[in-house]
């Protein structure tokens, strides 16, 4: 195994718990005991008197042990994975790697249930829980198969206690993060470099300047996608890998391709021909686990108008299988965060276009997805709420949130982005950091407007050449 990294114990209420344990143990060995004595007189055997004594006192001990074993659980938190030990029942390792997310979470029906650790055929859930104290809900990327007792179940997510709850969430978060970078074997993709030139950038190739990253995997890719319609070519091969973390901007002028490349994507429009991955995930091919990790707000934001701005995350948040608490809190917080909190009891249809936009923006986090992806996330926003937008952002990406956005803005992509890529009728030009794009389109390049006409000349240059 591992090098433990640190270990979790669960211990609140454990002194209620062991008073009653040894309160309803010694009641069930007097009444036992009360039992053998009496078969004892009345029988006069002796050792029909005696096996009957012995084996109440194994039951005793048995059940005892059942009880008991609890209180030994015990987390552990290794280099590349959790281990779950709970009582006698449960002991499993999960990878960090096939674990989707941890959230805490206050299930008071699991507490109701029996102490032992059980399994939910409908909920594909492994409950090993004895108190609605400190409760986190594991959730996998993939069902996988667990041992509980001797049986094996196709297991989704684990509901457990831990103490110290806050401190279990950092440090795993912390492992998560260095894990994965030492697990090159479980990497989908060869290490790719920040700037790699898009094939589909005829006479640009090879002029961007590369630069190494550390081993990262790659959030997002996209393999010769292409999109028709009828006769006319709107997306033309795009090649592109976003790394995770990265902030990605797609830059193009009008009809460019850049939202049908989005739609794409979030898997709302099938391509002609190519793939996409988010993640691990083929989005055309496993589509409920790719879009489990998008977060995606539409050019033009799609709210029930008839809701509340409130009740309208209430019922996203429902969809998305949030517990009621925790949809709360995520709630309030993304409403306060986007300054919506006094107009979250009105309706969506009365709010302005940047309001409607901001509480889309709340909608596609609150499931806190792994890849933001946002068509012109920053249209109808007055400067205070771009700034603030732009922000965020940049706060989501420290935390390791991967986020690609479409943009006509070229200050807030060189404001923002780590690297953009450059649309142009349907193809990627180039794609690159602001300062690669410069040296890219050469001496007198100040800014990424003048390299972006200066692409799209040299393009046109090109093609009537
Ligand atoms: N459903 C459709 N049927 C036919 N043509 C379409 C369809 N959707 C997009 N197009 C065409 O594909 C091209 C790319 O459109 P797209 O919306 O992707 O551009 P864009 O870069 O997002 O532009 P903008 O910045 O103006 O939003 C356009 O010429 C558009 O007319």
């Known amino acids: 195994m591992d090098d433990v990294s640190q270990s979790f114990s669960y211990t609140a209420r454990r002194t209620t718990y062991l008073t009653i344990v040894c309160s309803l143990g010694f009641l069930f060995l007097a009444e036992s005991g009360g039992v053998a004595l009496l078969v004892t007189l009345l029988s006069h055997n002796l050792w029909l008197s005696l096996a009957i004594n012995l084996s109440h006192l194994a039951l005793c001990l048995f059940i005892m042990k059942m009880m008991l074993a609890v209180l030994f659980t015990r987390h552990q938190l290794t280099k590349t994975a959790l281990q779950l030990r709970y009582g006698s029942s449960l002991n499993v390792q999960i990878p960090y790697s096939a674990i989707l997310d941890i959230q805490p979470v206050r299930d008071m029906q699991a507490t109701a249930q029996p102490v032992s650790a059980r399994y939910d055929a409908g909920k594909q859930r492994i409950t090993a829980c004895f108190s609605d104290q400190g409760q986190l809900l594991l959730r996998c990327i993939h069902p996988l198969p667990l041992k509980l007792g001797r049986k094996e179940y196709q297991v989704s997510n684990l509901l457990f206690n831990v103490d110290q709850r806050d401190t279990f969430l950092a440090q795993i978060a912390l492992l998560r993060a260095t894990g994965t970078a030492e697990e090159p074997a479980e990497l989908e993709f060869a290490p790719v470099q ?35 319609f009828a006769d006319f070519v709107a997306v033309d091969h795009v090649q592109m890998t976003i790394q995770e973390g990265e902030i990605y901007g797609f830059l193009g002028s009008n009809g460019a391709g850049k939202t049908t490349t989005i739609k794409m994507l979030v898997g709302l429009l099938e391509p002609s021909s190519g793939q ?18 998008i977060g995606y707000v539409a050019d033009r934001a799609l709210l029930y108008e008839r ?59 609150l499931h806190e997805p ?55 009728r349907g193809r990627l030009l180039a794609e690159g950091s602001t300062s690669e794009l410069r040296q890219l389109a050469g001496a007198g390049a100040a800014d990424l407007e003048t390299v972006f006409l200066q692409l799209i000349q040299e393009q046109k240059a090109e093609v009537t050449a």
């Open 194 to 228: 920040k700037s790699s030139p898009a094939p589909t950038a005829p006479g640009l190739a090879g002029k961007t300047q590369k630069s190494a990253l550390p081993l990262q995997k790659s959030a997002i890719r996209l393999q010769g996608l292409t999109r028709t």
């Open 276 to 293: 996409v991955w988010m993640g691990e995930y083929n989005v055309w091919q496993d589509p409920v686990a790719a879009r489990a990790l």
């Open 307 to 365: 809701l509340t701005g409130r009740e309208f995350l209430q019922f996203l948040a429902q969809i998305r299988g949030l517990s009621e608490e925790l949809a709360e809190r995520r709630i309030t917080h993304l409403l306060e965060m986007l300054a919506l909190s006094d107009q979250a009891g009105q309706l969506c249809g009365s709010y302005s276009f940047g309001m409607k936009r901001k509480l889309a923006l709340a909608a596609a986090l």
């Open 370 to 424: 792994r890849i933001l992806i946002l068509d012109e996330p920053l249209n109808g926003l007055d400067p205070r709420s771009a700034r603030y937008i732009k922000d965020l952002l940049l706060q989501l990406a420290a935390g390791g949130t991967t986020i690609l956005l479409s943009t006509h803005d070229l200050a807030t992509a060189e404001a923002v982005c780590d690297r953009v890529g450059i649309f142009h």
